[in-house]
């Protein structure tokens, strides 16, 4: 299995370079005080009234972000990838970590909804850490008209107590070690308690929104249950499971389904 997921990151940036022609996007920077977004701009020859955002997952933009892009781009829409902004890659140990990286991105999202024209119909799509943010900025901003998650759960605490993400691991070991936390309960709770983004939380706004997601049906990543939960939050109208871990299920998506992903955007 790693072999293959070795293989296959292989052939992904193999296109990646193979296809570099293909590019037609701008870098765009958006400077608010100190804080800085950073964003791909990819402007379509024929523009309809779609704008999309795309939010990366835990790692960056990555060739799939590109790809769905570039799709995007070609069925008319504006398509703006933020790719970093002030502060995205805090690493602490304080509980309050997770409030600071939740609040930072709705103020990059915050400040890309400022630059669209308000006669431009808004969506945004994400995948993992990115359909996490999606999911609170469905509840922040009114702005956003459509939403996709691929792999997003809540509520955020309980993903981040149990999640086998590298990174999850080594903070839960660091917190259980110095806070003396017994279970993963306890240790949710106490994110929660100085935690305020929680979509189940927030007023609700996604009620007449149009929304849809992908969940994986054996992700521990993004635990299955939490996808659950945000499932029967949403009620989306568009909803597809697979029996699939988190990578695969994002790369499955991906790659079977890109072509309904981005006309529930644009259409």
């Not at 020859?45 to 933009?61: A, D, F, L, R, Y």
């Not at 499971?241 to 309904?260: M, N, Q, R």
């Amino acid at each position: 299995m790693v072999l293959v997921r070795y293989f296959t990151c292989l052939f992904l940036v193999s296109i990646s370079f193979g296809c570099s022609h293909l590019k037609r996007f701008d870098k765009f920077s958006i400077t608010e005080k100190n804080f800085h977004v950073q964003t791909m701009v990819y402007k379509p020859n024929e523009p309809n009234q779609n704008t999309v955002i795309i939010i990366p997952p835990t790692g960056g933009v990555n060739y799939i972000d590109k790809s769905y892009a570039k799709q995007l781009q070609k069925k008319g829409a504006q398509v703006i990838i933020v790719t970093s902004w002030t502060g995205d890659q805090e690493s602490n140990v304080d509980l309050k970590l997770h409030q600071r990286l939740h609040a930072r991105a709705m103020k990059a999202i915050g400040l890309v909804l400022e630059t669209i024209p308000s006669d431009q119909t808004v969506s945004i799509l994400g995948a993992s850490l990115g359909g996490i943010y999606t999911s609170v900025a469905v509840e922040v901003f009114d702005r956003i008209d459509k939403a996709f998650v691929i792999a997003a759960g809540v509520p955020i605490p309980d993903v981040i107590s149990v999640s086998n993400n590298s990174g999850m691991e080594e903070l839960r070991k660091k917190r259980k070690k110095q806070m003396n936390f017994k279970t993963s309960k306890e240790y949710a709770d106490a994110i929660h308690s100085v935690f305020e983004l929680d979509p189940l939380d927030l007023p609700t706004k996604h009620e007449n929104k149009k929304l849809g997601m992908i969940v994986l049906l054996d992700d521990k990543s993004v635990p299955t249950v939490n996808q659950i939960k945000l499932k029967e939050h949403w009620k989306p109208v568009y909803y597809k499971e697979f029996h699939l871990s988190h990578f695969w299920g994002i790369v499955k998506t991906w790659w079977s389904y890109s072509d309904e992903v981005t006309d529930f955007l644009v259409k």
